[in-house]
């Protein structure tokens, strides 16, 4: 039986689809193409527009004066809706810029980001390449199978973004256990309890991480990434608590998570693609190219969400003020009026104007650093790879938020 637009819709809402990639994929390329901008009622949620195509999703970012991240940056649940709103009235809400808007986002974003401009991220590159031979001598030691992402993916990009905020080792496996927790939290394999309150002690705990370290890198600053946070004033103050640990939070738990499926995605795409693998590794000047290439295919955050200040017209459709808007970042890297062929996974694809970093005020603040971790791991892996090939089935994180594979088990023999 062949889906109605309205399923489709309400496919955008439900984290198993996400899980699945033939059915979200199919239910998208519905929405583009029969209503680009549709209206979703979905069971447990409250209704959004989802929109689906590249041009929209970049007219709707470039509005940001019109289309606000707040109160409703991302899909959750009607309950959760509810609980982020009384938890913001109460001043204890997370408050992360993805949660922020101007003039606060613009003067919060300056803390962070020096830190992540290209240019200074090309100095960190001599570290992440010891790191990701690291990592492929782990996959060395494990022999000939493993689990990729659970065994070598989550922990690279882990390692170098919380080496960069200053955490010690002994302190990674936490953070790792509590990202994906916080980012699984659809997923029975992932989260924490079964309700929304022990959910929410995984924020807590995540507070009370962090603000040790606030006051430690207060009393004692040093020159990490969480010491530039700690120690940024504002009009002359210092953030408070919440903004602090909100900080913390979004580098540590959007610098991994993303990248780590980007990685495993990326690894799978070339073993369902040998000519694709055969080919980067004769052409090894194509890594940038097929960095992107990944990301695109892979597009490991599924949304965002924005709220209209005003009634705004989309395509003949009429967006009124106070409804939000779902930005299918997936969906839009998948748009047949922008990319050539956009199911075929290729490594030399130019132009790529994907838009899986996002576009506009709030693209992404790890954008280099993603480029940077992506393409040392497989300029390491690539040439002292001699086969590989699937041991397994591979599954996906069911969530609607940042999903990307949890297991993906591969054979394969090293140089
Ligand atoms: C924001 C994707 C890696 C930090 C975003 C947004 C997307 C995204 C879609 C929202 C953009 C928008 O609203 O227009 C990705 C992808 C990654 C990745 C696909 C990996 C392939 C990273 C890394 C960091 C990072 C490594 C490192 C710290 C952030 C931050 C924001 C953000 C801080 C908020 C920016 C703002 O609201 O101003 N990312 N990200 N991301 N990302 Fe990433």
């Known amino acids: 039986m062949s889906l109605t637009v309205e399923e489709a819709g309400r496919t955008l809402a439900d984290p198993d689809a996400y899980a699945d990639e033939d059915r979200l994929h199919a239910a998208m390329a519905l929405l583009r193409r029969e209503r680009p901008v549709s209206w979703v009622e979905a069971p447990g949620y409250n209704p959004f527009w989802a929109i689906t ?41 997370l408050r992360t810029l993805v949660h922020m808007d101007d003039p606060d986002h ?37 022999g000939d199978s493993c689990d990729f992402v659970r065994q070598v993916a989550v922990h690279y990009p882990l390692y170098v973004i919380l080496s960069l905020l200053g955490l010690p080792e002994s302190d990674f496996d936490r953070m790792l256990k509590l990202t994906q927790e916080l980012f699984g939290g659809t997923d029975t394999d992932m989260r924490r309890g079964e309700t929304a309150e022990e959910t929410l002690e995984v924020l807590t705990d995540f507070f009370a991480y962090f603000q040790e370290l606030t006051k430690a890198r207060r009393a004692r600053p040093t020159d990490d990434l969480a010491s530039a946070i700690a120690n940024a004033k504002v009009d002359g103050e210092p953030l408070n608590d919440y903004d602090t640990t909100s900080y913390y939070v979004i580098i540590a738990t959007a610098g991994h998570d993303t990248t780590s499926s980007t990685i495993s995605g990326g690894l799978r795409a070339l073993i369902d693609n040998p000519d694709q693998l055969r080919r980067l590794r004769d052409e090894p000047e194509l890594m940038p190219l097929a960095v992107d290439e990944m990301i695109r295919w892979v597009s490991p955050v599924k949304e965002f969400m924005r709220t209209a200040t005003r009634d705004y017209e989309l395509r003949d459709v009429k967006i009124r003020a106070g409804e939000s808007v779902l930005l299918s970042y997936p969906s839009a890297n998948r748009d047949e009026e922008v990319f050539d062929d956009p199911f075929r996974f290729d490594v030399g ?58 297991r993906l088990p591969i054979r394969y023999s090293l140089r």
Not at 108 to 136: N, S, T
């Open 53 to 93: 195509k590249h041009a929209d999703v970049m007219e709707i970012e470039r509005n940001h004066e019109v289309f606000l991240n707040a109160p409703r940056p991302l899909l959750t649940t009607a309950e959760w809706d509810e609980i982020n709103r009384t938890r913001a009235e109460q001043g204890i809400a």
């Open 349 to 406: 694809r130019d132009p790529n104007r994907h838009l899986a970093f996002g576009f506009g005020v709030h693209y992404c603040l790890g954008a280099a650093l993603a480029r940077i971790e992506t393409r040392a791991f497989f300029e390491e892996l690539l040439p002292r790879l001699e086969s590989i090939e699937l041991d397994g089935t591979p599954e996906s994180t069911a969530t609607t938020f940042v999903s990307g594979l949890k």
């Open 106 to 142: 613009r003067v919060v974003r300056a803390i962070g980001a020096d830190w992540f401009r290209p240019k200074a991220m090309r100095g960190l590159e001599p570290r992440i390449k010891e790191l990701a031979r690291r990592y492929v001598d782990r996959m060395a030691i494990l």
